[in-house]
């Protein structure tokens, strides 16, 4: 059944539509300062692997920018949120919120049609 408002997902950019991404970014939002990689590593509860392989693609994508230093001898890795990876992320989350609320109205639709989520499978709702 079609219903009258169907969400668009191509509207989502799929750098973000990540879980693991999504947290280093919404740590990096949450701070609104650059974080150090241990600081992302445990706000994002990753490996040094993991984080790593999702950084180096968030920043080939443009959304953020890692300098290193060092303090004293030892090396530094810090990851800045860019401006436009701030208003990237701000569309996609903008986007995600739309078809959320889109598949919000659409299970409404079937549940007064008479028809109920369950398992991925539909049903018809008795007494309706």
């Known amino acids: 059944m079609k219903h009258p408002v169907e969400p668009d997902v191509t509207t989502l950019e799929r750098i973000f539509h990540e879980p693991n991404r999504m947290a280093i970014l919404s740590a990096l939002c949450a701070s609104g300062d ?5 600081e992302l ?5 990753l490996t040094d692997g993991n984080l790593s392989r999702h950084l180096k693609a968030l920043e080939e994508a ?26 990237r ?28 989520p369950t398992s991925g499978r539909r049903q018809i709702v008795k007494g309706t």
């Not at 953020?64 to 701030?86: Q, Y």
């Not at 995600?96 to 659409?106: H, M």
């Open 89 to 116: 992320f701000d569309d996609y989350l903008s986007a995600l919120s739309d078809v959320l609320k889109k598949a919000k109205l659409a299970m409404a639709t079937d549940r007064r049609m008479g028809w109920a």
């Open 41 to 45: 590593k445990t706000l994002a509860g």
């Open 34 to 38: 650059p974080l150090s990689f241990i």
């Open 62 to 87: 443009g959304v953020i920018r890692i300098s290193k230093t060092f303090v004293g001898v030892k090396p530094r890795t810090t990851v800045t949120l860019t401006e436009k990876g701030l208003k």
